[in-house]
């Protein structure tokens, strides 16, 4: 009978290191297929109500992740995990906020490269929040997608403003479609129906 392979000669999948785009990014150290995990989103977390104190206080750290609509998962991010991956407007993976979240590959990764995915992340009024480093050719120039409070009472309403909000979704939703991040309109829809419903930003 063949002995078992020695877990010291498997090698992690990823490295957790410096990132010429933001911070510490995660970087492939094998091949990857469309389809594969690359890694978990947080392989220690904590998944709390996503009504609780603990979660909205968290959402400052702008890791949080909301999975299945009720949970949200907090990284503990003495743990390196998919939570360092870094965003892209071209992206080669995904993140997948079901069961305990990952990061999945969209597009064939060479060993050395480094993974990305969108954010997808809805501002309110705070255009330009989060500028994008990215260097894609067709980066967008900021990651987040911002709402101001008129906006966020037009959704969805037969006026100028309506209007002018649904060309600019219609676009983003072009441009999410163009590079396989259709996942991400989902969250953006559900963001946007909370912000209608809530049309006053708190303060
Ligand atoms: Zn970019």
């Known amino acids: 009978m063949p002995k078992p392979r020695s877990r010291k000669f498997t090698l992690s999948p990823v490295d957790f290191r410096n990132s010429p785009i933001a911070g510490r990014g995660v970087f492939a150290r094998q091949r990857f297929a469309p389809g594969d995990v690359i890694t978990p989103y947080a392989p220690k977390q904590r998944k709390v109500p996503a009504d609780s104190a603990e979660a909205i206080a968290a959402a400052d750290t702008k890791l949080t992740l909301l999975s299945e609509r009720v ?79 008129d906006d966020a009472r037009a959704y969805q309403t037969a006026t100028p403003e309506g209007d002018a909000l649904r060309a600019r979704l219609d676009e983003y939703a072009a441009f999410l479609t163009s590079i396989d991040q259709t996942q991400v309109l989902a969250t953006i829809e559900a963001t946007l129906i909370e912000m209608h419903q809530a049309p006053e930003a708190p303060l």
Request: proline share 10%; aromatic share 8%; glycine share 10%.
């Open 71 to 149: 949970f949200v998962i907090i990284p503990d991010t003495d743990v390196p995990g998919g939570w360092l991956t870094n965003h892209s407007c071209n992206p080669n993976a995904a993140l997948y906020s079901s069961g305990d979240g990952r990061i999945q590959c969209i597009r064939p990764i060479l060993p050395g490269q480094e993974v990305t995915i969108f954010y997808g992340w809805v501002t309110r009024n705070e255009p330009g929040r989060d500028p994008c480093l990215c260097g894609a050719p067709a980066c967008r120039k900021t990651i987040n997608f911002d709402v101001t409070d």
